[in-house]
């Protein structure tokens, strides 16, 4: 009997990319958790929310909803950003405090941390100073989150997890070009290349900046095991903890992917910050949880699914 | 030389040459048998299935893989998985054949059935059968991914599949080897992958698999 089976669990965003993984990870631990899919709640509503909660009387709540998206994205829409993801975890959290919600789990944002923490990335660190200005609309809209859920444990003894991952990847992902992140662009670029037989493929920047890889299941696992041990207001770093840099997944997904061409680094691009990495001991420590699947093994996956899915967008075109 | 030794000189290098384009192609084709796995694996478990298609032994080598992925290779217990060779129904393939051309036995069969994220797993040594070139177009139209196994030969199979296996020679029987041997150890990561998923999501598993 795990912990899950029978329980009453709601899933924001359910439909999306990490949501859809959590939603997985439920079902496998026995429980048919509750789908919120925007087109029936508009969760930037505090009355739509309410309903929510009246209809579903939910034990645990899983708020993975999110406007987001790469740099691109967050530099075109940043009211947007701000605005939803703030008014989506604010309602969320106050009115599940009302409704009688027992914890309430929540993915944060990496790009939350100080801009200039010192690396690995500590959950102590969290509030040193300001993230990167790129993206603080949404980040800022984040981190607030983590605050509300502290004073509601401190007035009403509210318990939450604010889970902060690192570059989220795997099946499922965003390959929309305009709004994705690193690895599904990149298996994207090399995808279709091979496919279409090109000798050359270009990679913007030098290779160089790492970047902390976490595969998808890994941190839905990870977020069902902090709903499980966590009692309080806790953020937790959800990542591999291992720096990869952009020339080794490069490396790896030409060798996944089979890419034959030659690629091009194109120095003249901007690249994002050098390092990245998070400090993932407070999640081993109290979750007993790491990342399990490495970067090759959780590529294959990912380039499989794309390669289904392009197969399928085929027939939009 | 007498007859009896040049035969056995025969054997031994046939056997030879096959022995040495299965472990060329170990090491030419490793990551693209990976890749293929990998993309079955991936349709299987959100429902998809795999359609084969080939003539002759190629069609003999659908029929025998399709019935390793139903029933069951090694191992413990598993679901069944969903393959399905489109060279056994006679009905289907003497009609298509009679009626529409020779060409068109495949590629019907994968207008019937094929549905997004199912894979179609094409077999041709040559790369050039008509009937199964019109099923990989036929199947890419209907949003299916692909996976051809061939030969180092100039024919356009390799061009029209998600992925391209090519085992290095130009002789049919060695080609046909390789493919069955190639085949096998699909089927043998398939089954090892899903094992490891299944330990993860046994439940989700079996109800897709019986849903």
């Given at each position: 009997m795990s912990y899950f089976s029978g329980k009453r669990v709601v899933v924001t965003g359910g439909g999306g990319f990490i949501g859809s993984h959590v939603v997985q990870a439920l079902r496998a631990e026995g429980c048919e958790p509750f789908v919120v899919r925007s087109h029936d709640y508009d969760l930037t509503r505090e009355s739509e929310v309410a309903l929510l909660y009246e209809d579903t009387r939910p034990e645990i709540l899983f708020h993975v909803a999110g406007l987001v998206g790469g740099i691109g994205a967050n530099k075109d829409r940043p009211a947007e950003f701000?605005?939803?993801?703030?008014?989506?975890?604010?309602?969320?959290?106050?009115?599940?405090?009302?409704?009688?919600?027992?914890?309430?789990?929540?993915?944060?944002?990496?790009?939350?941390?100080?801009?200039d923490a010192p690396m690995p990335l500590k959950e102590a660190s969290f509030w040193d100073g300001p993230p990167q200005p790129e993206s603080a609309p949404y980040?800022?809209?984040?981190?607030?989150?983590?605050?509300?859920?502290?004073?509601?444990?401190?007035?009403?003894?509210?318990?939450?997890?604010?889970?902060?991952?690192?570059?989220?990847?795997?099946?499922?992902?965003?390959?929309?070009?305009?709004?994705?992140?690193?690895?599904?662009?990149?298996?994207?670029?090399?995808?279709?290349?091979?496919?279409?037989?090109?000798?050359?493929?270009?990679?913007?920047?030098?290779?160089?900046?790492?970047?902390?890889f976490v595969y998808v299941e890994d941190v839905a696992r990870g977020m069902l095991l902090a709903a499980q041990r966590y009692e309080g207001a806790e953020l937790v770093n959800i990542s591999s903890g291992i720096e990869t840099s952009i020339r080794e997944l490069v490396e790896a997904l030409v060798e996944v992917v089979n890419f034959r061409g030659e690629i091009v680094w194109d120095d003249s691009q901007p690249e994002g910050q050098p390092v990245r990495c998070?400090?993932?001991?407070?999640?081993?420590?109290?979750?007993?949880?790491?990342?399990?699947?490495?970067?090759?093994?959780?590529?294959?996956?990912?380039?499989?699914?794309?390669?289904?899915?392009?197969?399928?967008?085929?027939?939009?075109v | 030389m007498n007859d009896t030794e040049r035969w056995r000189q025969e054997i031994l290098s046939q056997l030879t040459e096959s022995a040495v384009v299965q472990r060329r192609s170990a090491e030419s084709c490793g990551e693209a048998i990976l890749a293929a796995a990998a993309l079955i694996v991936c349709s299987l478990t959100q429902g998809g299935k795999l359609m084969l298609c080939g003539n002759g032994g190629s069609a003999a080598d659908c029929q025998h893989l399709a019935a390793e992925l139903v029933g069951r290779m090694n191992g413990r217990q598993r679901p069944a998985l969903a393959a399905l060779a489109l060279t056994t129904d006679t009905s289907a393939l003497t009609a298509l054949g009679n009626d529409f051309g020779y060409e068109t036995v495949f590629q019907r069969q994968v207008e019937a059935r094929g549905r997004p994220g199912d894979v179609v797993l094409a077999i041709s040594t040559s790369g050039r059968s008509q009937n199964v070139l019109r099923a990989l177009t036929a199947a890419a139209r209907a949003g299916l991914a692909t996976v051809g196994?061939?030969?180092?030969?100039?024919?356009?199979?390799?061009?029209?599949?998600?992925?391209?296996?090519?085992?290095?020679?130009?002789?049919?029987?060695?080609?046909?080897?390789a493919h069955i041997a190639i085949g096998h150890v699909i089927c043998y990561l398939v089954e090892r992958m899903l094992g490891a998923e299944m330990e993860e999501e046994s439940e989700c598993l079996i109800s897709q698999a019986s849903g």
């Open positions: 701000f605005y939803q993801n703030l008014t989506m975890g604010t309602f969320l959290l106050h009115l599940g405090q009302r409704f009688g919600l027992k914890k309430f789990v929540a993915a944060g944002a990496g790009c939350g941390y100080p801009q980040s800022l809209a984040k981190r607030l989150l983590h605050i509300q859920s502290q004073a509601y444990y401190q007035q009403y003894g509210f318990n939450s997890v604010i889970t902060v991952p690192g570059n989220v990847y795997g099946p499922n992902d965003n390959f929309d070009l305009r709004a994705s992140h690193v690895v599904p662009a990149l298996v994207r670029k090399f995808v279709d290349a091979a496919a279409s037989g090109d000798e050359q493929a270009a990679v913007w920047g030098s290779g160089r900046p790492t970047r902390d998070f400090d993932v001991s407070k999640a081993e420590r109290d979750l007993g949880w790491r990342a399990e699947t490495g970067l090759r093994p959780g590529l294959e996956k990912t380039v499989a699914w794309y390669r289904l899915n392009r197969a399928t967008a085929r027939l939009a | 196994l061939t030969g180092d030969g100039p024919g356009p199979l390799a061009d029209l599949t998600d992925i391209a296996i090519r085992v290095p020679s130009a002789n049919t029987q060695r080609i046909q080897e």
